[in-house]
């Protein structure tokens, strides 16, 4: 099992920044990815950001340039540097970890994190 804590959401205007924390604990060895997803109101939850293994990223196409994702695996935590930030990109933002096996994916996740970008 993995645990994930999530810590750094909040209020920020347009153009601004935060930076989104998530704290590993549990069997971390066994995780193959880590990043974010983001679900807004009424909207699928969808993938930000990801940091496999091999340290390879992966990020979606709404966040490329402005936000970065960097991985302490001595720490086990994964932090989202996020500027130049939109009203569009109010969510709730989920740490997520990904355990890849033989037979099965097992995706664990936080307990999300609020952002809301004000106009």
């Known amino acids: 099992q993995v645990q994930l804590v999530e810590s750094g959401g909040g209020l920020v205007q347009a153009g601004g920044s935060l930076t989104l924390s998530c704290a590993a604990s549990?069997?971390?060895?066994?995780?193959?990815?880590i990043g974010w997803y983001r679900q807004a109101p009424g909207m699928q939850r969808e993938l930000v950001a990801q940091v496999s293994s091999s340290d390879s990223t992966n990020y979606a196409d709404f966040v490329k340039g402005r936000f970065t994702i960097s991985r302490d695996k001595a720490k086990n935590t994964v932090a989202l540097q996020m500027n130049s930030l939109k009203p569009e990109d109010t969510a709730v933002y989920y740490c997520?970890?990904?355990?890849?096996?033989?037979?099965?994916?097992?995706?664990?996740w936080g307990q999300g994190t609020q952002v809301t970008v004000s106009s």
């Open positions: 997520n970890a990904v355990e890849m096996r033989a037979t099965y994916v097992h995706h664990y």
């Open positions: 549990g069997s971390t060895f066994g995780i193959n990815a």
